[in-house]
């Protein structure tokens, strides 16, 4: 590990400031993935502002949302009894995430912001545009099994890992961002339009400017009447990244879906919102073949590759059985 500079933010706009000004410069939160990523190579910071003594932590009730403070852990924000009670598909994804270990010292802003963990671009012999932009994607020809068969590219087919963001994108939450110059002022940002597909430019995964900071996440809360759910499908029963994941809220009437939100994980690039399976979900009756419809139309732009074909079949079969559990279906 290269050597580096340590500091202890004591303000908000001060760490910002300080991030802003240093091109090598990078936070310091929980830690988890970042310092995995400095031994490896991959990232090599030459200050770390240590932004937890900063208090953006816990969780806040304010009409029909939630904030959460950035700072906030997965462990906390799980545990949070409104998260039982009215948002069971963010509780779901943060349990079935890492270990418990790190749900303790993993923070919500980190989770959201954690790297890839395609195995080229975590090693710094192989060719990866995403670390080393115009470099290549080893990933094309060489083990792509756990890659993305969603919003791909010629340049990436890295899978993004967070199973959180999952659930927050079907929730239509949004991110609170702090940048230089605003002093006490958020921006907000939804979440939808926070992640970037890898397109022409891998390295740039989401629309924050160097510097500015993530204070906190807004998550509406379903309301009543509404259901829902996270599966996960892995190759082990832990601390494991999902091969094919879905986050679904349902809001029945009567057996008739009025509507209905879902998002997939571990199959694209981004947390992907499966809209026009939505739009086949709206009005349909909550039934396994309205449910298959909803999975094929959820993987009707899939891009797979020799050896992660299987995740289209995979999916799409995850798809129904998340959407059948939540219904009460038999499927």
């Not at 259901?227 to 679904?248: I, T």
């Not at 499966?274 to 039934?287: N, Q």
């Amino acid at each position: 590990m290269r050597p580096f500079e340590y500091e202890r933010a004591t303000g908000v706009a001060g760490a910002v400031a300080a991030v802003t000004a240093n091109p090598a410069a990078a936070y310091l939160a929980g830690g988890t993935t970042q310092v995995d990523l400095m031994k490896d190579g991959v990232q090599a910071p030459d200050l770390l502002i240590d932004i937890m003594p900063l208090g953006l932590r816990g969780v806040t009730r304010d009409e029909g949302l939630i904030r959460v403070g950035a700072l906030t852990t997965m462990a906390e924000l799980a545990a949070d009894p409104t998260v039982a009670r009215w948002l069971p598909v963010v509780r779901d994804s943060l349990l079935l995430a890492a270990s418990p270990q790190l749900r303790n010292m993993a923070t919500i802003g980190g989770n959201l912001l954690q790297r890839t963990r395609c195995r080229y671009f975590r090693d710094v012999s192989c060719a990866c545009n995403k670390r080393d932009p115009g470099s290549g994607c080893g990933a094309l020809a060489g083990s792509h099994r756990m890659h993305a068969i969603l919003g791909t590219s010629e340049h990436c087919i890295a899978t993004h890992a967070s199973d959180l963001a999952v659930a927050l994108v079907a929730l239509d939450a949004a991110v609170a961002v702090r940048g230089a110059g605003t002093d006490t002022q958020d921006r907000k940002i939804p979440l939808a339009e926070f992640y970037l597909a890898p397109g022409d430019t891998p390295a740039a995964e989401h629309t924050l400017a160097h510097g500015e900071l993530i204070t906190a996440v807004e998550i509406p809360l379903l309301a009543a009447g509404w259901r829902s759910g996270y599966l996960k499908v892995r190759d082990r029963a832990s601390y494991e990244f999902a091969l094919a994941s879905a986050a679904v809220a349902l809001n029945l009437q009567d057996g008739v879906i009025a509507s209905g939100r879902l998002a997939l994980g571990g199959v694209a690039t981004l947390p992907w919102r499966a809209r026009g399976a939505e739009d086949v979900l709206r009005g349909a009756p909550a039934t396994a073949v309205t449910f298959r419809a909803a999975a094929e139309a959820a993987l009707a732009g899939a891009a797979p590759h020799p050896g992660n074909a299987f995740k289209v079949e995979l999916a799409r079969r995850t798809v129904v059985r998340a959407l059948s559990t939540v219904a009460g279906v038999r499927e």
